[in-house]
């Protein structure tokens, strides 16, 4: 029978509930269990894809063309597993599917109430998941933070579903912030103790407790804790501050955190075998050298509006035995001063993300002009292949004025136009051209050495495309397209063969980045920002 664990915040968001949901997965998975998440976010709407950025971070893309919260990213990097995007649930997609339903008279007259039609339609969406496969275990984690006023219809499902699913069956875990007062130096556990109130309140009797804190939590919290959660001492575990992200499964099954939810759940107690995982975790906090790349963005206020991008880097840099270190720097920044432009020789690499509308996007094509002509290594992703089109049209092939149209409709020289289906296109949810699609990879090319074969499968977020009738002068004047969607009317890569390193694609490989399996463009560049910095010629791949 499936189990189902439910993971819940408490003091404030950004606490770490992804991270700890992820980690619980994959404490049962090096057990040999078969596990899956989900995320459900309670804001209204239906999905992430219309959300800026800077709102709740970077728009992660599932391989079934989903525009999901980036918790999703996190969970796939984690248990190295491709989620649908039916693992995104929202409050939006929830009271759309009832209204939905009582339009077509399927209440059959009867009054339409939070309880218990859309507590139903929560549920339902929940074992939804469960059945698609053969899973041990599924894992729900609910956004935001207990007591706020859209999350009480999803805590009244999990509810509930105890009641259902049987006790045994259920599994219910709290995170939550334990501050360390500044003053006095001690951890106020009170802020917790009122997120578990407020959990007892609406009928929800927790299971486990992880504590956030700076550092471990001394065992006169870990005392109290337990005791105003009514829990054993050892169903409380801390997920304290660590170098990286990836030590934490690791630090809370030393805890035995693991063990304790194996137990209750009543599943079969299995040995772990962390041996891969520790050989990652490793390489990743030992790193031999080290690089400094500058990415140059729209969002550079917030970190997480790369957070995939970051990983993948991350993990290019654990399989070159390079530490990767970045600054997010925005793009403003070099329209604003030109000689701005001479901070970036401090790099050994140049990162130009993804990114919509004109703000910023000549301090990017500068960036790109300046990495083209110093011949240090770049890396463009969406955006950046786009504007690396814009800039090589402009200083390479003479056609000043060029530009994409998404920028100026009225360019000139519309080097990257709208996608001839996209240009009747009226709403804005999920319209994109999204999901995995076959790109077919040139021989004889940096691509083609880098991936090792003449197919892939690559996610993608866009509307705008490189416009057909400036191939061939973009192609005379050196710039190669190495990569192209199967019937050739899209460029997905680009790439230029006379520079150290320069690369740029249409998809976001990063989505499909993992601990120990780097993608192939992200370790490509990483390898060529560190080979240059040791002074050495072009890398092999």
């Not at 090319?445 to 003449?454: I, V």
Request: glycine share 8%.
């Amino acid at each position: 029978m499936v189990k189902y664990v439910f993971v819940t915040g408490g003091v404030l968001s950004s606490v770490g509930k992804g991270v700890v949901t992820s980690s619980i997965g994959k404490m049962l998975q090096v057990r040999g269990f078969k596990v899956t998440v989900i995320k459900i976010d309670p804001y209204v709407n239906v999905d992430a894809g219309t959300m800026n950025p800077y709102i709740h971070g970077e728009v992660f893309v599932t391989e079934d063309g989903g525009e999901t919260d980036l918790d999703l990213g996190g969970y796939e990097r984690f248990l190295d597993i491709n989620l649908p995007k039916e693992n995104n649930i929202t409050t939006g997609q929830i009271y759309q599917a009832v209204i939905n339903k009582e339009r077509r008279g399927d209440f059959l007259g009867r009054c339409v109430q939070i309880v218990p039609h859309v507590t139903d339609e929560i549920k339902r969406r929940i074992r939804l998941v469960a059945e698609r496969s053969d899973f041990d275990v599924v894992l729900t984690e609910c956004g935001g933070t207990v007591g706020d006023i859209e999350g009480q219809p999803f805590l009244e499902a999990f509810r509930q579903m105890r009641l259902e699913e049987g006790f045994e069956n259920t599994v219910y875990i709290h995170v939550a912030l334990v501050p360390i007062l500044e003053v006095t130096g001690e951890m106020k556990t009170k802020p917790l103790q009122h997120s578990v109130n407020e959990l007892r309140r609406i009928g929800i009797q927790l299971d486990t407790m992880v504590a956030r804190c700076d550092e471990m939590i001394d065992a006169e919290s870990l005392r109290k804790i337990a005791l105003f959660g009514t829990i054993p001492r050892e169903a409380v575990f801390c997920s304290y501050t660590v170098p990286s992200i990836y030590q934490v499964p690791l630090i809370l099954d030393e805890q035995g955190m693991g063990e304790y939810i194996s137990g209750r759940l009543g599943v079969q107690k299995r040995k772990p075998d962390w041996k891969n995982w520790r050989e990652f975790v490793d390489s990743f906090e030992n790193p031999r050298h080290h690089v400094k790349i500058a990415l140059i963005g729209k969002y550079a206020g917030l970190a997480d509006s790369y957070i995939s991008m970051r990983e993948a880097l991350r993990h290019a840099g654990a399989a070159c035995e390079a530490g990767v270190s970045i600054d997010y720097i925005a793009a403003e920044k070099f329209e604003e001063d030109l000689t701005e432009l001479e901070l970036l020789k401090n790099y050994d690499g140049i990162f130009v993300p993804y990114g919509f509308g004109p703000r910023g996007t000549e301090g990017k094509i500068r960036a790109i002009q300046f990495a083209r002509e110093s011949d240090i290594p770049f890396l463009g992703i969406c955006y950046g292949f786009q504007l690396a089109v814009v800039e090589f049209a402009r200083n390479a092939c003479g056609l000043k004025e060029a530009n994409s149209t998404e920028i100026n409709q009225h360019t000139p020289h519309p080097v990257i136009d709208l996608m001839p289906e996209q240009k009747d296109i009226q709403r804005k949810g999920a319209t994109m051209r999204l999901g995995a699609h076959k790109i077919m990879i040139k021989s004889a090319t940096l691509s083609y050495r880098l991936y090792k074969t003449e197919e892939i499968y690559q996610r993608h977020r866009h509307r705008w495309e490189v416009n057909q009738n400036y191939w061939e002068i973009l192609e005379k004047h050196g710039l190669v397209f190495s990569g192209k969607s199967p019937d050739g009317r899209r460029m997905e890569i680009l790439e230029l063969p006379d520079r150290f390193f320069f690369l740029a694609s249409q998809f976001h490989s990063e989505f499909k980045s993992r601990p120990r399996k780097p993608d192939p463009e992200y370790y490509g560049f990483v390898k060529a920002c560190l080979s240059r910095k040791l002074g050495k010629t072009k890398p092999k791949f």
